[in-house]
């Protein structure tokens, strides 16, 4: 639900500019979002309600919103595979709903909405990532019929493109620290794996491949990752015994372990 403690901008210049200052560094993508759907409700007149939908490869989830109602609304579009928000979000189109009780547009929708106490609605769209399939949608909901004349309807457009822009930027450096954690930890692996050949190496005097082949086949009979494996060898001296296949196993659950001095491991 919204965070109502934001201090009240002068006006929506300052709301953007806010916006225009949000660091992708020290910002989570719902907490961004959330600050988006808490600014525009600020700066608009009336009792509205807002959210902020985004839609990763056509699958809609609301990411942040102001109030109930806005987060029930989004839901009943979701069900119903249609509506303004994903309107606006999948065909990247300002989308308005004069009156819910007199719009012939999505009519199980529409007949909700007015139900609810909704009676008209607008629909930014947030076109944040097109090569990702990421896009989204600012939606406004409102009590009154024809709940945004032209100057709150400029405020709300104007928001779309930095929202879009600021959420782009999250995505985009969130993208690139998982890429980074990624190889970070596939290098860190590599490494493990490198040290625990060494180990065998010099341990049996055998060749690189055919550590490596004993690794991977203690970890095959061990039923554990092969970098597991190579981190306990590291750090324990100890490797599973690797048995040829067709020869006797060890029963089920015991995993003896090739320890310093011995005979190189067996391998098929």
Known sequence: MGDRHISQPPSAADALLRLGRLSPRELSMES?????ADLVTTVLPGDIEASVTLLIKDAPSTMASTGQLAVDLDERQYERGHGPCLHAA??????????TRTESRWVDYVARA????????????L???????????????????????EDSR???VAFGPYAAVAAGNVYAYQSARKLADGQQAALASRAVIEQ???????????????????????????????????EDLVHTGELPVVTPRGTGRHPRGSQPRSRPGTAAPEHS
């Open 32 to 36: 961004l979002l959330q600050t988006v």
């Open 90 to 99: 999948r065909i990247s189109e300002v989308t308005e709903i004069i009156n």
């Open 114 to 125: 007015a139900e609810r106490g909704n009676l008209s609605s607008l629909s930014i769209p």
């Open 127 to 149: 076109v944040i990532d097109e090569e990702e399939g990421l896009s989204g949608a600012l939606n406004l909901y409102a009590q009154t019929p024809d709940g945004f004349d």
């Open 154 to 156: 400029s405020v709300a």
């Open 196 to 230: 625990a050949k060494g180990v065998l190496i010099e341990r049996y005097k055998v060749t690189p491949d055919h550590a490596f082949r004993l690794l991977v086949l203690a970890s095959m009979n061990a039923n554990r990752k092969l970098r597991d494996v190579a």
